[in-house]
């Protein structure tokens, strides 16, 4: 089969995740099984084509509309960045199929990914299931409230799911929420579990960390609310109390997910600078991939607090690397973790219990063999890579029948040509309307973009404002000499040529702050 992956992550230039981790693993799985793959995603720096292996991946940059977008972009930041970047790798996608037509396309359901191939219908699509919006909105996960904004996010996301062809989970948890969610046939969605490279996340192999007096407890994960860290850090002082050469080494990328929207690094230095734990915390920014198995090896406890993950592949690749993994009874760990066995499950939110794990694992050599040489074998009993390459491959099958025996029901008829000049024109419209309404009845918002131009762009702001006044104060200029006339066109064509300017730098602005915020 001839695949298509879209994904706003992928290792290394955008591997910000679990997201870009899976469709690494699954498309060196269907590589690796015979099939062709071609990964579309986004671009950090700058958009390309590069190969590796036989994968070829195709790097694109967010999709810059002609209008000025910046209130819409104030106004509604998620909206807009989920139309610029699926805007952008729908594109893409759509020219390598328009060259040589995909077999099917495969997509993550978070962002709406595959929003315009699922309203479109130009090939079979299959969405993958991670954590859909309507969760974050449910559970306020990452301060994410019910504004129009997060409502119009999950909105798309179900429109896209609800008109694929295949959707598949990697737990039963998730499963049963998209399923209530959408009221949608549970039996309709294929578990299919999270891919690991077992021959990578080894236990043999080089260790990130040598130091030979510790007993290391490692989290790797972003430092955020969802991940549960600070219930892990709220555990330090009581397990360092109990085992005074226990260390904890803690990495990931810092977020401003914490109250009021501040660092979450910060907040947990300070908890630990309080509790005089220094010397036993270790903070590190996120590493890439293809370092975390000598880290994971130099474990001899690894904590996944999470208090929601759909399939963590914290999880995954510890028990891959043969360590005792402490997990929560929340998401889909408890899944793939069993109790006693392969790792120890404890209640979310629950520092007590935390500690209480790995107190109990760090004073027990052996058990901590006995679980993680089962966590191993669990995983190459269940969760090997080729294996789930195969068992996606199938659902491939099955969604490419339904798109061939279900008559095709597109909901955006027009040519697929037309789609981003359509979205260009709804966006834009919305835009000017938001702008039209705010600047008839907000004198706050006139004075406002009158300080903001005129801090800015001085220039521009008093050569616009002169040419404004021009014109209504001298209706007839036109009709005048020459010699008046002359200057007025020729300030209106520099103040038309710096909008234009302006229209560009706000754009590329817009773009760049949202996917940071991302």
Known sequence: MKICLISREYPPDTGWGGIGTFTQHLAKGLVDIGHEVDVVSLAKNKAGHSVDGKIRIHRVEPYLQDADLGLLARAMPYSRYVISTSAALWRQCLSLHQARPFDVIDTPELLAEGFFPAISKIAPLVIRLYTPHSKFIAEKLHNVSPSFDHEMVAMVERMAMLYADAITSPSKDLARYVSADLNFPLEKITLIANPIDASVFSPIGPKAIEVSNQLKVLFIG???????????????????????????????????????????????????????????????????????????RSADVCVVPSLYDNSPYACLEAMSCGKPVIGTTSGGTKEYLVDGESGLLVEPKNSEAIALAVIRLLAEANERKRIGDNARLRVLDKYQRAEIARQTAALYEQAISTFQTVEPRPLYTRSTADILLDTDMVTGGLNTMLHELLWQWSIRYRLANFVHSLKTRPRYFIAENLLRAVKTLLPNIEKSSGAISAPVRWLERQVLLKQEQIVQATKAETVTSNSTSK
């Open 222 to 296: 972003r430092l955020e609310g969802r991940k549960g860290i600070k219930y892990l850090i709220r555990a330090v002082p009581t397990i360092v109390k109990q085992v005074p050469e226990a260390h904890f080494y803690i990495v990931g990328d810092d977020t401003k997910t914490a109250e009021g929207q501040t660092s979450v690094l910060a907040e947990l230095k300070e908890f630990i600078r309080q509790s005089q734990c220094q010397s036993s915390v270790t903070f590190i920014d996120r590493v890439p991939l293809s370092e975390l198995p000598a880290y994971y």
